[in-house]
């Protein structure tokens, strides 16, 4: 299976958008419906609802394309696909939500053959969309939430690394010794903390160098993030054998081992 010619990034960051918007909504609520799953990670009425529009969207615009999204699979529903599929996170960075600091996105991502096709991440609370239109093609444009998106944007590429050294952008929530070990190594000079796939598109957009992931994602994490800054000219790598990231990893349950996104800088 093959992915739609009629299938564009501007439909998919229209969703996103819609998405986004009834995210927003529930984020200035008091009662945000936060629960906790079986893995004890958290899950509020804004996931659930997000996800709900995000597949009803889908099933219009690509009906024979199998969805593996995040709040599905936590319910047991894991459909069968092949080369090509589509990865959806309606909230990444549900930490980041409830904790009201605005880091938190809508991640949609077209997979075909491992690699990650085209993708949007949406940052609805900063009004700040992230495209990957194809694996060479990336931009960024203002999209409120609700609104729909402009034909394209402003094109983005990584920056040649600083003389003085390459800016990490490491997780707010997700720090570990390990990863400080993996900066030391690279020779970081200054680290910038944030949430959710935000991290991928500030390499992409020339504001940090370099990402290190240390321990556990899941595929719908990350496939959004990657397509935008590969297709800015950045590399996502396996940390252990430096090899491209890939997706359809269905032996594993979809999750991903310890990555690193460079911008600039060769792989040690």
């Not at 992915?3 to 990034?9: N, R």
């Not at 909504?25 to 659930?48: F, H, N, P, Q």
């Not at 999209?143 to 952008?169: D, N, Q, W």
């Not at 504001?207 to 800054?229: I, K």
């Amino acid at each position: 299976m093959t992915i739609p010619a009629h299938l564009t990034v501007q439909a998919l960051a229209c969703t996103a958008s819609r998405a986004g918007a009834l995210i927003m909504d529930i984020y200035g609520r008091d009662d945000r419906g936060i629960e906790t799953k079986l893995d004890g990670s958290s899950v509020t009425e804004a996931d659930k609802r997000a996800e709900a529009l995000i597949l009803a969207d889908l099933k219009v615009l690509c009906p024979d394309l199998p969805v593996i999204a995040e709040e599905s699979m936590a319910e047991g529903i894991m459909p069968a696909h092949g080369e090509s599929f589509v990865l959806v996170d309606p909230l990444d960075g549900t930490k980041e939500f409830i904790s009201r600091n605005g880091e938190f996105t809508v991640n949609i991502a077209v997979i075909h053959q491992g690699r990650p096709a085209m993708g949007v991440v949406y940052v609805p609370a900063r009004s700040r969309v992230f495209v990957a239109e194809s694996p060479n093609r990336a931009w960024q444009a203002a999209l409120a939430p609700g609104a729909a998106p402009t034909p394209t944007g402003e094109l983005l590429s990584i920056r040649k690394c600083p003389e003085t050294g390459p800016v990490a952008v490491a997780s707010r929530s997700h720090r570990s010794p390990e990863t400080d070990d993996v900066l030391n190594q690279y020779g970081v000079t200054d680290t910038v903390s944030a949430g959710s796939s935000l991290k991928f598109c500030l390499v992409a957009a020339g504001e940090a160098d370099m990402y290190p992931r240390l321990g556990r994602t899941m595929e719908w994490d990350t496939g959004a993030g990657q397509a935008v800054a590969e297709a800015a000219g950045a590399r996502v790598i396996d940390h252990e054998t430096g090899k491209p990231l890939l997706y359809g990893k269905r032996e594993r349950g979809y999750d991903n081992p310890s990555f690193i996104v460079l911008g600039d800088i060769t792989p040690i």
